[in-house]
């Protein structure tokens, strides 16, 4: 691992605090028990050859896996409940997971939540070597793989936002023409919202914005929106939280578009931690909750107009 991240001898010996000598000796050793050529050394440093590329997987898999049994050892020796790994995207962080971490807290304020942020390309491979536990997002079907299970939660909206004093924010029925010739920040392209926005667009006969940011940090989109007077592309979930916040303001534009599931994906054949699985329980909880809370406005409301309609009758 440490030859793969520094790529020179030298280096590498420096960082493991042993002669370059012992290095070089080393990976010969590791070389002859492969009986493979694992990395290709030059002026320039050392290089992974592809046979070097799948050990040092192995060896981050090896090591993310001690690494985690010594977390739960040290925590039961103190007496805590253990740890887990959590990589997340912003679709799922204010109204999901920090509701089910507040859950899990309650139970056991000991037990350690180590929280991610980022998107499936830079995260799913970080849960394939062990270094997370858990991934909390969109369960987007282009990632779908045999090693990978999934369990979808609630099925999450999108909306469009603008800052709160933007001239849009206080519209009463915003049109796409308006939005189209204004700053954007968008999801990166590989996303399902991005392809589904740009056919919102179409749909209207209109060419995507030009004028746009590509993100999958909710700090770079609020910080687009509040400091460039952007129109953001945010899940309802999380515009609603911060809307709360005065942060930002959701428009009155409908987004009728489909998208994958909120869920959560783990690693077939490899059992959870204790607290990873109290954790999943705790987000199996929060999503039913969230799902009750949204449903209930909507009974109401539906009571209301039923009894207008009476009246009226």
Known sequence: MALDEFRHLGRAAEFLSVSQPAVSKTLAEIERMFDLALFVRSTRGTEPTPYGSAVVRFARSVLADYGRTRDEIAAVASGAAGRTSVGAMVVATPSLLMRAVALLKERSTQTTVMIEEGDLTR??????????DLFVGRLEPGYAAPDLKTEGLYSEPMCVVVRPDHELASAAKPRWRQLVQLPWVVPPPWASSRMKLEQMFYKHRLAPPLDIVETA????????????SAVGFLALGVARHFEGEGLVKALRLPVPIELPPVGMITMKGRSPTPATEQLMQYLRTAAAE????????????????????????
């Open 290 to 313: 969230r799902m009750s809370t949204e449903r209930r406005p909507k009974g109401k409301a539906a009571v209301a107009r039923s009894r207008t309609k009476s009246r009226r009758t």
């Open 123 to 132: 995260l799913l491979p970080r849960l394939r070597v062990g270094e997370l």
């Open 217 to 228: 940090s909710f700090l770079v989109t609020l910080s687009c929106v509040r400091e460039r």
